[in-house]
Protein backbone atom coordinates (compact mmCIF):
# COMPACT_ATOMS: atom_id res chain seq x y z
CA UNK A 1 0.00 0.00 0.00
CA UNK A 2 1.23 3.69 -1.08
CA UNK A 3 2.33 5.84 1.86
CA UNK A 4 1.53 9.54 1.89
CA UNK A 5 0.57 12.16 4.43
CA UNK A 6 -2.01 14.86 4.16
CA UNK A 7 -2.45 15.59 0.28
CA UNK A 8 -1.93 18.35 -1.28
CA UNK A 9 -4.44 20.35 -3.88
CA UNK A 10 -2.09 18.78 -6.51
CA UNK A 11 -2.74 15.56 -5.34
CA UNK A 12 -6.53 15.98 -5.14
CA UNK A 13 -6.87 17.95 -8.60
CA UNK A 14 -5.28 14.13 -9.21
CA UNK A 15 -7.69 12.27 -8.15
CA UNK A 16 -10.54 14.24 -8.71
CA UNK A 17 -9.03 14.54 -12.85
CA UNK A 18 -9.00 10.39 -12.98
CA UNK A 19 -12.65 10.31 -11.56
CA UNK A 20 -13.93 13.30 -13.95
CA UNK A 21 -12.12 11.12 -16.99
CA UNK A 22 -13.96 8.01 -15.94
CA UNK A 23 -17.41 9.36 -15.38
CA UNK A 24 -16.98 12.17 -18.01
CA UNK A 25 -17.85 14.48 -15.80
CA UNK A 26 -18.65 18.66 -16.30
CA UNK A 27 -16.27 21.18 -15.65
CA UNK A 28 -18.53 22.90 -13.21
CA UNK A 29 -18.95 19.05 -11.27
CA UNK A 30 -15.31 19.01 -11.08
CA UNK A 31 -15.06 22.19 -9.26
CA UNK A 32 -17.77 21.43 -6.94
CA UNK A 33 -16.05 18.13 -6.21
CA UNK A 34 -12.57 20.01 -5.44
CA UNK A 35 -14.39 22.37 -3.05
CA UNK A 36 -16.13 19.26 -1.55
CA UNK A 37 -12.65 17.28 -0.84
CA UNK A 38 -10.98 19.90 0.20
CA UNK A 39 -13.38 21.16 2.75
CA UNK A 40 -13.72 18.07 4.24
CA UNK A 41 -9.47 17.46 4.08
CA UNK A 42 -9.27 20.89 5.97
CA UNK A 43 -11.74 19.56 8.92
CA UNK A 44 -9.80 16.50 9.09
CA UNK A 45 -6.65 18.47 9.52
CA UNK A 46 -8.10 20.15 11.91
CA UNK A 47 -8.88 17.07 14.04
CA UNK A 48 -5.63 16.21 13.30
CA UNK A 49 -6.89 13.14 11.66
CA UNK A 50 -4.89 11.21 8.49
CA UNK A 51 -7.30 11.56 5.30
CA UNK A 52 -5.52 8.38 4.46
CA UNK A 53 -6.27 6.65 7.63
CA UNK A 54 -9.69 7.94 8.40
CA UNK A 55 -12.39 5.64 9.33
CA UNK A 56 -16.43 5.40 8.82
CA UNK A 57 -16.80 6.81 12.41
CA UNK A 58 -14.80 10.15 11.71
CA UNK A 59 -16.79 10.54 8.69
CA UNK A 60 -19.94 10.37 10.57
CA UNK A 61 -18.59 12.64 12.67
CA UNK A 62 -17.92 14.97 9.98
CA UNK A 63 -21.49 14.51 8.35
CA UNK A 64 -23.03 15.35 11.93
CA UNK A 65 -20.75 18.59 12.03
CA UNK A 66 -21.63 19.44 8.66
CA UNK A 67 -25.84 18.64 9.87
CA UNK A 68 -25.11 20.88 12.74
CA UNK A 69 -24.44 24.31 9.77
CA UNK A 70 -27.67 23.53 8.43
CA UNK A 71 -26.20 22.01 4.95
CA UNK A 72 -29.39 20.88 3.01
CA UNK A 73 -29.90 16.96 2.69
CA UNK A 74 -28.96 17.59 -1.24
CA UNK A 75 -25.48 19.12 -0.29
CA UNK A 76 -24.67 16.53 2.09
CA UNK A 77 -25.92 14.02 -0.84
CA UNK A 78 -23.51 15.88 -3.21
CA UNK A 79 -20.41 15.73 -0.61
CA UNK A 80 -21.38 12.13 0.50
CA UNK A 81 -21.22 11.31 -3.19
CA UNK A 82 -17.83 13.02 -3.82
CA UNK A 83 -16.02 11.32 -0.99
CA UNK A 84 -17.22 7.72 -1.90
CA UNK A 85 -15.56 8.77 -5.55
CA UNK A 86 -12.52 10.05 -4.33
CA UNK A 87 -11.81 7.05 -2.03
CA UNK A 88 -13.13 4.36 -4.56
CA UNK A 89 -10.24 5.65 -6.55
CA UNK A 90 -7.91 5.82 -3.47
CA UNK A 91 -8.67 2.11 -3.11
CA UNK A 92 -7.98 1.47 -6.93
CA UNK A 93 -4.52 3.52 -6.94
CA UNK A 94 -3.40 1.29 -3.50
CA UNK A 95 -3.47 4.21 -0.95
CA UNK A 96 -6.40 2.51 1.22
CA UNK A 97 -7.25 -0.78 1.92
CA UNK A 98 -11.20 -0.14 2.24
CA UNK A 99 -13.53 2.72 1.01
CA UNK A 100 -14.37 4.21 4.95
CA UNK A 101 -17.61 5.22 3.82
CA UNK A 102 -19.04 2.09 1.56
CA UNK A 103 -21.61 2.00 4.75
CA UNK A 104 -22.94 5.53 4.51
CA UNK A 105 -26.52 5.91 2.91
CA UNK A 106 -27.44 8.94 1.52
CA UNK A 107 -29.13 11.64 2.90
CA UNK A 108 -32.56 11.91 1.41
CA UNK A 109 -34.52 14.85 0.72
CA UNK A 110 -37.11 15.37 3.60
CA UNK A 111 -40.45 15.68 1.62
CA UNK A 112 -43.27 17.82 3.18
CA UNK A 113 -46.37 17.15 3.73
CA UNK A 114 -48.31 18.71 0.64
CA UNK A 115 -50.87 21.26 1.48
CA UNK A 116 -54.69 20.94 1.49
CA UNK A 117 -57.74 22.50 2.02
CA UNK A 118 -60.15 21.63 4.97
CA UNK A 119 -63.78 20.10 3.64
CA UNK A 120 -65.23 23.57 5.01
CA UNK A 121 -63.18 24.96 2.23
CA UNK A 122 -64.11 22.42 -0.63
CA UNK A 123 -67.44 22.82 0.50
CA UNK A 124 -67.25 26.77 0.09
CA UNK A 125 -65.91 26.63 -3.24
CA UNK A 126 -68.51 24.47 -4.54
CA UNK A 127 -71.62 26.38 -3.11
CA UNK A 128 -69.89 29.92 -4.08
CA UNK A 129 -69.43 28.25 -8.14
CA UNK A 130 -73.40 26.73 -7.41
CA UNK A 131 -74.42 30.20 -6.51
CA UNK A 132 -72.31 31.41 -9.53
CA UNK A 133 -74.28 29.44 -11.60
CA UNK A 134 -77.56 30.39 -10.54
CA UNK A 135 -77.41 33.61 -11.22
CA UNK A 136 -76.94 33.21 -14.50
CA UNK A 137 -79.29 29.98 -15.03
CA UNK A 138 -81.44 32.08 -17.55
CA UNK A 139 -79.05 32.64 -20.33
CA UNK A 140 -76.55 31.51 -22.36
CA UNK A 141 -73.96 34.06 -22.25
CA UNK A 142 -69.86 33.00 -22.21
CA UNK A 143 -70.19 33.80 -18.19
CA UNK A 144 -72.86 30.70 -17.64
CA UNK A 145 -70.52 28.41 -19.75
CA UNK A 146 -67.27 29.47 -17.72
CA UNK A 147 -69.19 29.21 -14.36
CA UNK A 148 -71.13 25.54 -15.22
CA UNK A 149 -67.80 24.64 -16.79
CA UNK A 150 -65.50 25.71 -13.41
CA UNK A 151 -68.13 23.94 -11.08
CA UNK A 152 -68.20 20.64 -13.44
CA UNK A 153 -64.25 20.75 -13.27
CA UNK A 154 -64.28 21.51 -9.56
CA UNK A 155 -67.09 18.51 -8.70
CA UNK A 156 -64.72 15.85 -11.18
CA UNK A 157 -61.40 17.13 -9.41
CA UNK A 158 -62.42 16.55 -5.68
CA UNK A 159 -63.97 13.54 -6.15
CA UNK A 160 -61.58 11.41 -8.21
CA UNK A 161 -58.38 13.03 -7.48
CA UNK A 162 -57.35 13.20 -10.62
CA UNK A 163 -54.42 15.47 -12.20
CA UNK A 164 -55.79 18.26 -14.45
CA UNK A 165 -53.29 17.55 -17.02
CA UNK A 166 -55.67 14.05 -17.34
CA UNK A 167 -58.99 15.70 -16.70
CA UNK A 168 -58.46 18.61 -19.77
CA UNK A 169 -57.90 16.00 -22.54
CA UNK A 170 -60.48 13.62 -21.28
CA UNK A 171 -62.73 12.68 -24.45
CA UNK A 172 -66.45 13.72 -25.05
CA UNK A 173 -66.44 9.88 -25.99
CA UNK A 174 -65.74 8.54 -22.73
CA UNK A 175 -68.63 9.97 -20.95
CA UNK A 176 -71.84 9.12 -23.80
CA UNK A 177 -72.11 6.24 -21.15
CA UNK A 178 -71.04 7.52 -17.81
CA UNK A 179 -71.03 4.97 -14.94
CA UNK A 180 -69.18 4.87 -11.51
CA UNK A 181 -66.05 4.18 -13.13
CA UNK A 182 -63.55 5.72 -16.01
CA UNK A 183 -60.45 4.89 -17.39
CA UNK A 184 -57.81 8.00 -17.70
CA UNK A 185 -53.97 7.87 -18.85
CA UNK A 186 -51.86 8.86 -16.52
CA UNK A 187 -47.94 9.11 -16.08
CA UNK A 188 -46.18 7.65 -18.50
CA UNK A 189 -49.52 6.21 -20.28
CA UNK A 190 -50.19 3.87 -17.36
CA UNK A 191 -53.79 3.63 -17.18
CA UNK A 192 -56.07 3.46 -14.68
CA UNK A 193 -60.16 3.93 -13.33
CA UNK A 194 -61.16 6.64 -11.28
CA UNK A 195 -64.35 6.51 -9.58
CA UNK A 196 -67.22 8.84 -9.54
CA UNK A 197 -69.83 10.09 -6.52
CA UNK A 198 -73.53 10.51 -7.41
CA UNK A 199 -73.01 14.12 -7.47
CA UNK A 200 -70.16 14.40 -9.92
CA UNK A 201 -71.85 11.82 -12.35
CA UNK A 202 -75.10 14.10 -12.07
CA UNK A 203 -73.48 17.56 -12.63
CA UNK A 204 -71.17 15.70 -15.65
CA UNK A 205 -74.52 15.07 -16.86
CA UNK A 206 -76.11 18.28 -16.69
CA UNK A 207 -72.69 19.67 -17.96
CA UNK A 208 -73.18 17.37 -21.48
CA UNK A 209 -76.84 18.63 -21.89
CA UNK A 210 -75.54 22.25 -21.45
CA UNK A 211 -72.77 21.84 -23.59
CA UNK A 212 -74.79 19.93 -26.43
CA UNK A 213 -76.55 23.72 -26.68
CA UNK A 214 -73.31 25.39 -27.42
CA UNK A 215 -72.79 25.62 -31.36
CA UNK A 216 -69.28 25.92 -31.85
CA UNK A 217 -68.61 23.31 -29.09
CA UNK A 218 -70.67 20.30 -31.44
CA UNK A 219 -67.95 19.31 -33.15
CA UNK A 220 -65.10 19.31 -30.72
CA UNK A 221 -64.02 15.57 -29.34
CA UNK A 222 -63.33 17.09 -25.88
CA UNK A 223 -64.99 17.14 -22.81
CA UNK A 224 -64.18 20.22 -22.31
CA UNK A 225 -63.79 22.27 -25.02
CA UNK A 226 -61.56 25.91 -25.26
CA UNK A 227 -63.53 29.03 -25.18
CA UNK A 228 -63.19 29.28 -29.10
CA UNK A 229 -64.24 25.73 -29.39
CA UNK A 230 -60.74 24.33 -30.43
CA UNK A 231 -59.77 21.93 -28.86
CA UNK A 232 -59.42 21.39 -25.25
CA UNK A 233 -59.24 23.68 -21.99
CA UNK A 234 -55.39 24.57 -20.87
CA UNK A 235 -54.38 23.92 -17.56
CA UNK A 236 -53.71 27.94 -16.99
CA UNK A 237 -57.80 28.59 -18.02
CA UNK A 238 -58.42 25.73 -15.42
CA UNK A 239 -55.90 27.54 -12.65
CA UNK A 240 -57.34 31.01 -13.78
CA UNK A 241 -61.07 30.09 -13.09
CA UNK A 242 -60.55 28.49 -9.72
CA UNK A 243 -58.15 31.38 -8.66
CA UNK A 244 -61.34 33.72 -9.63
CA UNK A 245 -63.33 31.28 -7.83
CA UNK A 246 -61.46 31.58 -4.82
CA UNK A 247 -61.02 35.45 -4.81
CA UNK A 248 -64.51 35.60 -4.86
CA UNK A 249 -65.10 34.23 -1.65
CA UNK A 250 -63.91 34.74 2.04
CA UNK A 251 -60.28 32.78 1.02
CA UNK A 252 -59.08 35.48 -0.71
CA UNK A 253 -55.67 34.54 1.14
CA UNK A 254 -55.95 31.05 -0.03
CA UNK A 255 -54.07 29.86 -2.87
CA UNK A 256 -56.67 27.60 -4.72
CA UNK A 257 -55.19 25.03 -7.83
CA UNK A 258 -55.70 22.19 -9.00
CA UNK A 259 -52.74 20.29 -7.79
CA UNK A 260 -54.06 21.47 -4.18
CA UNK A 261 -57.74 20.22 -5.08
CA UNK A 262 -56.06 16.44 -5.97
CA UNK A 263 -53.98 16.78 -2.11
CA UNK A 264 -57.19 17.84 -0.24
CA UNK A 265 -59.38 14.68 -2.14
CA UNK A 266 -56.11 12.51 -0.84
CA UNK A 267 -55.72 13.86 2.49
CA UNK A 268 -59.54 14.04 3.38
CA UNK A 269 -59.96 10.40 2.21
CA UNK A 270 -57.21 9.01 4.37
CA UNK A 271 -58.85 10.98 7.09
CA UNK A 272 -62.12 9.46 6.24
CA UNK A 273 -60.85 5.49 6.60
CA UNK A 274 -59.41 4.75 2.97
CA UNK A 275 -56.81 2.28 2.80
CA UNK A 276 -53.34 3.29 1.30
CA UNK A 277 -53.51 1.32 -1.60
CA UNK A 278 -57.13 1.89 -2.51
CA UNK A 279 -56.16 5.66 -3.11
CA UNK A 280 -52.66 4.84 -4.40
CA UNK A 281 -54.68 3.27 -7.55
CA UNK A 282 -57.03 6.26 -7.33
CA UNK A 283 -54.48 8.73 -7.59
CA UNK A 284 -52.00 7.02 -10.16
CA UNK A 285 -48.95 6.51 -8.12
CA UNK A 286 -46.27 4.55 -9.07
CA UNK A 287 -44.77 3.97 -6.39
CA UNK A 288 -46.63 3.31 -2.50
CA UNK A 289 -44.37 5.45 -0.95
CA UNK A 290 -45.55 8.75 -2.77
CA UNK A 291 -49.48 7.90 -1.09
CA UNK A 292 -47.57 7.17 2.36
CA UNK A 293 -46.95 11.14 2.65
CA UNK A 294 -50.20 11.61 3.15
CA UNK A 295 -49.97 9.54 6.10
CA UNK A 296 -48.84 12.35 8.10
CA UNK A 297 -51.36 12.72 10.31
CA UNK A 298 -52.20 15.03 13.78
CA UNK A 299 -52.40 13.26 16.95
CA UNK A 300 -55.46 14.64 17.20
CA UNK A 301 -56.46 12.61 14.30
CA UNK A 302 -55.56 9.60 15.66
CA UNK A 303 -56.80 9.95 19.33
CA UNK A 304 -60.18 9.85 17.36
CA UNK A 305 -59.37 7.20 15.34
CA UNK A 306 -58.85 5.02 18.40
CA UNK A 307 -61.84 6.27 20.11
CA UNK A 308 -63.87 5.80 17.03
CA UNK A 309 -63.49 2.14 15.72
CA UNK A 310 -60.91 0.40 19.10
CA UNK A 311 -63.00 -2.67 19.84
CA UNK A 312 -62.64 -1.90 23.58
CA UNK A 313 -65.06 0.96 23.38
CA UNK A 314 -67.92 -1.41 22.34
CA UNK A 315 -67.41 -3.62 25.19
CA UNK A 316 -70.16 -2.95 28.30
CA UNK A 317 -68.02 -3.29 31.34
CA UNK A 318 -70.79 -2.62 34.29
Known sequence: MKNINQPTLEFINNIIGIICLEKGLSKNTKIAYT???SLVFDWFMNKNINCFSANEKNFRDLFSFLK????KPSSLSRKLSSLKHFYDVLKLEGYIKINPLNNLESFKKIKNLPKSLSEEHLVLLLTKA????KKVEHNNSPKKTKYFRILTILEILYSTGMR???LVSLPLTDFIRIKDLLQVKGKGGVYRHVAFNKESRK???MWLLYRSSIEKFINNKYIFPSNNGSGHISRQSVYKDLSELSKSTNMKNMQVSPHKIRHSFATHMLNRGADLRSLQKLLGHA?????EIYTKVQSKRLA??????HPINKINLK
Open 35 to 37: KDI
Open 68 to 71: SKHY
Open 130 to 133: KTNL
Open 164 to 166: VSE
Open 203 to 205: MIE
Open 287 to 291: DISTT
Open 304 to 309: GLLNDI
